[in-house]
């Protein structure tokens, strides 16, 4: 699967965009028909500890889904975030198998 990693306002490492496509990749054994995905990154001006944004974009043929998830890190708010997708994702697939 194709992922675009856009980090907003910040530089971002190398070892956070590899952990982000490792956890991409996981979700395509639940869709496998996931033709891209985008992935931004966003650090809020807040006095908040949970101030690390992540906004995950996935395009599957026909739709788009889209999870924002904010934590007090990159890696939990990924988690969180893939999480949601990967129940997005087997719901989709279950609607198609009983349509078809």
């Avoid at 530089?11 to 033709?35: C, G, N, T």
């Avoid at 974009?57 to 999870?67: A, E, S």
């Amino acid at each position: 699967m194709k992922v675009s990693v856009h980090a907003v306002n910040f530089a971002v490492d190398r070892k956070l965009v590899d952990f982000i496509q490792e956890k991409m990749d996981k979700l395509e054994k639940y869709y496998d028909k996931v033709v891209s995905s985008d992935v931004f990154l966003k650090v809020e001006k807040t006095s908040d500890k949970e101030n690390k944004l992540v906004e995950i974009k996935i395009n599957v043929p026909g739709d788009d889904f889209v999870v924002k998830k904010q934590c007090k890190t990159f890696e939990e708010a990924v988690d969180l975030a893939t999480e949601s997708l990967e129940r997005l994702l087997v719901k989709r697939k279950e609607k198609i198998r009983t349509s078809v």
